[in-house]
């Protein structure tokens, strides 16, 4: 059984930061891509930044330059730095992953629960 936690959301004031963590445990072989998404309330879910297993990266235009995405693979861990928050930052966001658990399966995509991100103005 494969477990995706997020951590570090919660109500900060337009301008201000935040680090969000995705926690990876169980029985994990490997992990390759991780993603961020997060979904406002009335609005799609949208794709914020991935970091493949190799650390390459990509953003969301509308944060480039506010967030940054990392990972440390010794500890199943994948974070999101998120600077100068915005209101229109306010959303849910959820943590996703694919993870083989074993040498011989293939890769499956995994889901955290989400943390609530709110930025007020």
């Known amino acids: 059984q494969v477990q995706l936690v997020e951590s570090g959301g919660g109500l900060v004031q337009a301008g201000g930061s935040l680090r969000l963590s995705c926690a990876a445990s169980g029985r994990i072989f490997s992990i390759g891509a991780m993603d961020w998404y997060r979904r406002a309330p009335g609005k799609q879910r949208e794709l914020v930044a991935s970091?493949?297993?190799?650390?390459?990266?990509n953003y969301l235009d509308c944060v480039k330059g506010r967030f940054t995405i990392f990972r440390d693979n010794a500890k199943n861990t994948m974070y999101l730095q998120m600077n100068s928050l915005k209101p229109e930052d306010t959303a849910r966001y959820y943590c996703n992953a694919d993870i083989r658990t074993t040498m011989w399966s293939a890769s499956n995509d995994y889901w955290g629960q989400g943390t609530q991100v709110t930025v007020s103005s």
């Open positions: 970091i493949t297993s190799g650390g390459s990266t």
